[in-house]
């Protein structure tokens, strides 16, 4: 599956833009130095229902 694809599908299923995520991610307190991958992508999962895959994607959108 391409990067597009999993961003489409995230979209499909949430109605969030990758844009979306990262406004919603610096309200939290997500994007901080320090931070790690893990607790972004456990977020995404836990409160968005998004797979591994899925959430790596959105955490890839935030590194560009």
Do not use: C, R
């Amino acid at each position: 599956m391409s990067f597009q694809a999993y961003i489409d599908n995230i979209k499909s299923k949430t109605g969030k833009t990758p844009e979306d995520f990262k406004k919603i991610a610096e309200k939290k307190g997500l994007l901080k130095p320090g931070v790690k991958a893990g607790e972004i992508v456990a977020w995404l999962k836990k409160d968005f229902k998004l797979g591994h895959g899925h959430a790596m994607a959105i955490y890839a959108s935030f590194k560009g």
